[in-house]
């Protein structure tokens, strides 16, 4: 999916679905935009190229692959100094189960450090060291800022230059959580708990600059949950984007399965696009909130929600959400068939 803003200010959204690869940059949609979009004469790195060779430096631990470095992913972006790159293509193995195998493969030894959270929380930190993307484009225009994944590179931009946060007319995070438990430990949520300095650091900024973050955390996305019925209702409608959808969420709907015994899988991140662009889909409240940095609770979210501590509300917490609203709008929206979901979305809703 990509992202423009047209001359009258408006954001336009492309959807082009594809098969998955795993060489990201090979999938035919996912390399016209970067050609379209990204200019690679540029100095870009790549610190998990395998066989692409669309960055100036490329790297891959694997010696197999003809690459200009065989080095661990950490270790090679630490070669660079502060502010000495264009970009980075991050394309990392995407769980601590592959993380092992990429190490395995090339006869390194597994440990705790190379597959525990922070694995790709010291990679961001490198690269946002290296690049000034988000302060460049908060000093050319005012925007907004959904945050998907843990903040280490908006705490980085925060220290880097934080009055270019002045441009930033609102942010939506999704993570944390505040009644609901974590998904990671007892107590917290993955992105915050991944960086939780960067989170509460970032928290902390918007309670001394009087500035409100939007939290779509746990307690509502954990009400958005697709199940084998209704993705098999996707696929009724659109059987290449019900058929894609199946094969993306197996592995979570089995992580669920073993870890919360639900059957499905919660889908955390469109909720917090859909809430940006909806604000009728969630209510909340407005309160205080900080994110816990060491010991047991590590990377869990204080919601003051009975103002005890007679701070700054800094946060808008979503506490309730209209799932049956989230969902259709979800469905129509990926299948790209309004007129199907809703004609027959009341008889599926009986059967949910």
């Known amino acids: 999916m990509s992202q423009k803003v047209n001359d009258t200010g408006s954001i336009r959204i492309e959807r082009i679905w594809s098969m998955p ?23 870009w790195i790549d610190p998990f190229a395998n066989r692409n060779k669309l960055a100036s430096v490329t790297n891959d631990l694997n010696t197999d692959y003809d690459t200009d470095y065989h080095l661990d992913a ?100 999704m993570g944390g959580n505040f009644k609901s438990f974590g998904n990671c430990s007892p107590v917290a949520e993955y992105n915050y708990w991944c960086d939780p300095d960067a989170a509460a650091f970032v928290y902390d900024f918007f309670y001394r600059k009087k500035k409100i973050l939007n939290m779509v955390g746990l307690d509502v996305t954990r009400k958005i949950v697709l199940t084998p019925t209704l993705a098999d209702f996707i696929y009724r409608i659109n059987n290449r984007v019900g058929d894609f959808v199946k094969k993306i969420t197996a592995f979570y709907m089995d992580f669920h399965w073993e870890y919360e015994k639900i059957i499905g899988c919660v889908i955390n991140d469109p909720l917090a696009v859909a809430w940006f662009l909806d604000r009728s889909l969630c209510d909340g409240i407005m309160a205080f909130t900080q994110v816990e940095t060491s010991g047991l609770a590590i990377g869990q979210t204080i919601v003051d929600a009975n103002n005890f501590l007679r701070k700054y509300p800094n946060s808008y917490i979503l506490t309730s959400v209209d799932s049956d609203k989230f969902m259709k709008t979800f469905i129509a929206r990926i299948t790209d068939d309004q007129a199907e979901t809703e004609k027959y979305w009341n008889a599926l809703r009986g059967a949910l």
């Open 21 to 43: 690869n795993k060489n990201t940059f090979e999938i035919k949609p996912i390399k016209s935009l970067l050609q379209e979009e990204v200019d690679l004469s540029q100095y």
């Open 74 to 173: 950490l270790e090679f972006l630490r070669i660079f100094d502060d502010e000495s790159i264009d970009g980075v293509l991050y394309d990392p193995p995407y769980s601590p189960r592959q993380v092992s195998e990429c190490y395995n493969d090339v006869g390194y030894n597994v440990t705790w450090d190379t597959t525990k959270a922070s694995f790709w929380g010291n990679h961001k930190r490198e690269i946002s060291r290296m690049q000034d993307f988000i302060i460049q484009k908060l000093n050319e225009q005012k925007l907004s800022i959904i945050a998907l994944a843990p903040m280490t590179n908006l705490a980085r931009a925060i220290q880097k230059d934080d009055k270019a946060f002045e441009n930033l007319e609102e942010i939506v995070t």
